[in-house]
């Protein structure tokens, strides 16, 4: 009885390949490099990460060829498809899963189609991303990895990949390039009957990468200098303006949402009645791209501080009055991060009240993120505010802007 052994992808042999040219020690060499490659990909990692995690897709299209024995010779080349989402952690690394498939067609004088199916985990990285516009998020120079199971015919077993491309923002969502990708399928050498030479092959294709248009992050206020995260917000003083001010409250009548009542400019002019009928606007000197209220400077009170003091101190005269905090950001930065941010703010505010003595459960909070612009042709500073609206009782927070 004649027994065949098969090739690497699980289809019958015969006759036997002739011995391989490559030693065992040089597959271990091949095995070594590739696991190197995997493990290199995750130790250079930035640790900074985006301001937020943002979904990728990268889908890959290409012809492949082997450049192993037998496989060379039982096999013609083929196709090769591959998509693999992610999670960008910045502007430079993604992680991903990653599913492959390939298929061969016969070679002259054999019938059985190759087949391999790859479903696995790996890291995408764009070494050059620093570098290049922002706006360019998903183009440039990449380089990935990938450890997968692999299914080949009957058999199961490991493998790995590294791809090499480049790609050309083609619209604010989507970019395109030309990927080379090199595969290996590990066959252990102990398995009998089966060839102990690991399966290589090549592939050259398209890539197309998709991503969230890219979005201006919130600009930082045009009287903050803040080069560090660290720095420290100076106090604002308030200037007498060079314009009409009919009240003479240091509020020029254009900014003025009470032009005819004393007010200070952080809350627009406009008395400290919280408690009243109409909303209190307050600007709050948040950083950039911060929910923290900023700290005091050699002990002197930020610009805001009196006036938040103020607020609270109207507040606890007045026992009935419940009053929702609603804090709003200015249109740069995606809507939904504006939302987040605006309610952070609105909530650092609620602690800096409670802080004084007010309860909180007086205060309810909400944010509207860019939704409601204070002041539409004049954003940033003045839009990133909040906003004290008195409540009846049974009244929730307002859902939508007021008029």
Same mark, same amino acid.
């Given at each position: 009885?004649?027994?065949?052994?098969?090739?690497?992808?699980?289809?019958?042999?015969?006759?036997?390949?002739?011995?391989?040219?490559?030693?065992?020690?040089?597959?271990?060499?091949?095995?070594?490099?590739?696991? =190197?490659?995997?493990?290199?990909?995750?130790?250079?990692?930035?640790?900074?990460?985006?301001?937020?995690?943002?979904?990728?897709?990268?889908?890959?299209?290409?012809?492949?060829?082997?450049?192993?024995?037998?496989?060379?010779?039982?096999?013609?080349? =083929?196709?090769?498809?591959?998509?693999?989402?992610?999670?960008?952690?910045?502007?430079?690394?993604?992680?991903?899963?990653?599913?492959?498939?390939?298929?061969?067609?016969?070679?002259?004088?054999?019938?059985?189609?190759?087949?391999?199916?790859?479903?696995?985990?790996?890291?995408?990285?764009?070494?050059?991303?620093?570098?290049?516009?922002?706006?360019?998020?998903?183009?440039?120079?990449?380089?990935?990895?990938?450890?997968?199971? @692999?299914?080949?015919?009957?058999?199961?077993?490991?493998?790995?990949?590294?791809?090499?491309?480049?790609?050309?923002?083609?619209?604010?969502?989507?970019?395109?390039?030309?990927?080379?990708?090199?595969?290996?399928?590990?066959?252990?050498?102990?398995?009998?009957?089966?060839?102990?030479?690991?399966?290589?092959?090549?592939?050259?294709?398209?890539?197309?990468?998709?991503?969230?248009?890219?979005?201006?992050?919130?600009?930082?206020?045009?009287?903050?200098?803040?080069?560090?995260?660290?720095?420290?917000?100076?106090?604002?003083?308030? @200037?007498?303006?060079?314009?009409?001010?009919?009240?003479?409250?240091?509020?020029?009548?254009?900014?003025?949402?009470?032009?005819?009542?004393?007010?200070?400019?952080?809350?627009?002019?406009?008395?400290?009645?919280?408690?009243?009928?109409?909303?209190?606007?307050?600007?709050?000197?948040?950083?950039?791209?911060?929910?923290?209220?900023?700290?005091?400077?050699?002990?002197?009170?930020?610009?805001?501080?009196? @006036?938040?003091?103020? @607020?609270?101190?109207?507040?606890?005269?007045?026992?009935?009055?419940?009053?929702?905090?609603?804090?709003?950001?200015?249109?740069?930065?995606?809507?939904?991060?504006?939302?987040?941010?605006?309610?952070?703010?609105?909530?650092?505010?609620?602690?800096?009240?409670?802080?004084?003595?007010?309860?909180?459960?007086?205060?309810?909070?909400?944010?509207?993120?860019?939704?409601?612009?204070?002041?539409?042709?004049?954003?940033?500073?003045?839009?990133?505010?909040?906003?004290?609206?008195?409540?009846?009782?049974?009244?929730?927070?307002?859902?939508?802007?007021?008029?």
């Amino acid at each position: 009885m004649n027994h065949h052994a098969s090739d690497r992808c699980g289809n019958p042999q015969s006759p036997p390949a002739p011995p391989p040219s490559v030693g065992r020690g040089a597959r271990q060499l091949i095995r070594t490099g590739g696991f =190197g490659l995997l493990l290199g990909l995750v130790l250079v990692t930035p640790s900074h990460a985006a301001r937020a995690q943002e979904f990728r897709l990268n889908a890959e299209g290409a012809g492949g060829f082997w450049v192993d024995q037998p496989q060379e010779n039982r096999f013609t080349p =083929g196709l090769y498809l591959a998509v693999r989402p992610g999670i960008a952690l910045g502007r430079v690394v993604t992680l991903q899963a990653s599913y492959a498939m390939f298929l061969t067609p016969p070679g002259d004088g054999f019938t059985d189609t190759g087949t391999s199916h790859s479903a696995g985990l790996g890291v995408r990285l764009r070494p050059l991303a620093t570098f290049a516009a922002p706006e360019d998020q998903l183009a440039g120079l990449f380089v990935d990895g990938n450890a997968s199971y @692999v299914r080949t015919g009957e058999l199961d077993r490991f493998g790995f990949d590294a791809g090499l491309g480049y790609n050309v923002q083609a619209t604010p969502w989507m970019a395109l390039g030309p990927v080379l990708r090199y595969n290996q399928i590990v066959q252990p050498d102990d398995t009998p009957g089966q060839s102990a030479e690991d399966a290589q092959y090549l592939t050259l294709g398209l890539n197309l990468s998709f991503g969230p248009a890219w979005k201006a992050a919130e600009a930082a206020p045009a009287h903050v200098d803040t080069p560090c995260p660290t720095c420290e917000v100076m106090p604002v003083a308030v @200037v007498a303006p060079p314009c009409s001010d009919h009240d003479q409250d240091g509020t020029c009548d254009t900014d003025d949402l009470c032009p005819t009542k004393l007010g200070p400019a952080a809350a627009f002019g406009c008395p400290i009645d919280p408690c009243g009928g109409e909303p209190l606007v307050v600007l709050v000197q948040f950083p950039y791209d911060s929910a923290e209220l900023p700290k005091p400077v050699a002990g002197n009170a930020q610009t805001m501080d009196p @006036v938040l003091d103020a @607020v609270a101190a109207a507040i606890a005269q007045d026992p009935t009055c419940r009053v929702c905090i609603i804090g709003h950001s200015s249109e740069e930065g995606t809507e939904a991060y504006n939302l987040d941010l605006s309610r952070r703010r609105a909530g650092a505010v609620k602690d800096y009240l409670g802080a004084r003595g007010l309860a909180t459960a007086r205060m309810p909070v909400t944010g509207m993120g860019e939704s409601c612009q204070l002041i539409p042709a004049s954003t940033r500073t003045l839009n990133r505010r909040v906003e004290f609206h008195r409540l009846q009782e049974g009244e929730s927070c307002p859902a939508q802007c007021r008029p």
